[in-house]
C-alpha cells in the first residue's frame, strides 16, 4: 500500500467511548463499531498519544489494556481529574465529558476501511 491508501479520520467516526472515574483517575473504554479497524486502533492508539491528548489536565500516567474479544481498548489515566470529585472545581469533576477529547483524535486508516462511512 501507499501513502495515497490511507486516510486519517477522527477517532468519534470509527469507535465510541464511555469513561468512568476512581478517585483522581478516569478510565476511558474504546469500541470500534467494525472489528476490522480494530488492530490500527491497537496500533495506534498508545499510551504516549492518550497522556499527550490529555497533556494540559497533567496526568501522572497512562495504562492500556486491549481487549481484542471486544475490538477495544481501556485506558487508565492516573491524576486528570484535579484531585477528585470531592476536591476539584472542575464543571466536569466526574471527567464523563473526557471521552469526547479523546475521540477528536485521529487514526490513520485504509481507505477501503472507511469507504461509505
Known amino acids: 500500500m501507499t501513502a495515497e491508501d490511507f486516510v486519517d479520520v ?8 464511555r469513561t468512568g472515574d476512581k478517585g483522581n483517575r478516569i478510565n ?5 463499531y ?5 488492530p490500527y ?4 492508539l498508545t499510551e504516549a498519544k492518550v497522556l499527550a491528548c490529555y497533556g494540559h ?7 492500556r489494556y486491549l481487549v481484542p ?3 477495544a481498548c481501556n485506558f487508565v489515566i492516573d491524576d486528570v481529574l484535579a484531585g477528585g470529585v470531592n476536591n476539584s472545581l ?3 469533576r466526574h471527567g464523563k465529558g473526557l471521552s469526547y477529547l479523546l475521540l477528536a483524535m485521529t487514526i490513520r ?9
Open 41 to 44: 486502533l491497537a496500533e495506534q
Open 69 to 71: 474479544n471486544l475490538a
Open 28 to 32: 476511558v473504554a474504546v469500541f470500534c
Open 90 to 92: 472542575c464543571l466536569d
Open 57 to 63: 489536565r497533567a496526568p501522572s500516567a497512562v495504562t
Open 10 to 17: 477522527p477517532l468519534h467516526q470509527i469507535a465510541h467511548a
Open 34 to 38: 467494525d472489528p476490522a479497524v480494530y
Open 109 to 117: 486508516l485504509p481507505r477501503q476501511c472507511v469507504a461509505g462511512r
